[in-house]
Nanobody, 126 residues
Framework: VQLQASGGGLVQAGGSLRLSCAASGSALSINIMGWYRQAPGKERELVAIISNGGTTKYAGSVKGRFAISRDNANDTVYLHMNSVKPEDTAVYYC?????????????????????WGKGTQVTVSS
């Protein structure tokens, strides 16, 4: 599975940005798609994920500001980033989890069948 992300760039604090990620090369349905990010000197963290049934999970730091959506027919996932803050600055990575599951209570079961995109830089200026 190949993942191609786009939409990163420079944005002012309080502004908006939309990231897109298209998956290709999979003959099977992708259970979970989503976004992680890694800021300089920090570990990679989950930002938002969405199941093929539409269940979502967000990091507490972005809840209410970011929205994840998905086009199952085209294996594409989007991250709508609103009211961005300087602390949102990071490299954002798209992820596709073939076998994982996401419960409505937010419990995410990952079975190490992940694919990752190359990452797209998001920089928020103050």
């Amino acid at each position: 599975v190949q993942l191609q992300a786009s939409g990163g760039g420079l944005v002012q604090a309080g502004g908006s940005l939309r990231l897109s990620c298209a998956a290709s090369g999979s003959a099977l349905s992708i259970n979970i798609m989503g976004w992680y990010r890694q800021a300089p000197g920090k570990e990679r963290e989950l930002v938002a994920i969405i199941s093929n049934g539409g269940t979502t999970k967000y990091a507490g730091s972005v809840k209410g500001r970011f929205a994840i959506s998905r086009d199952n027919a085209n294996d594409t996932v989007y991250l709508h980033m609103n009211s961005v803050k300087p602390e949102d600055t990071a490299v954002y990575y798209c992820m596709a989890d073939m076998n994982g599951s996401l419960r409505p209570d937010g419990t995410y079961y990952n079975y190490d069948m992940d694919f990752w995109g190359k990452g797209t830089q998001v920089t928020v200026s103050s």
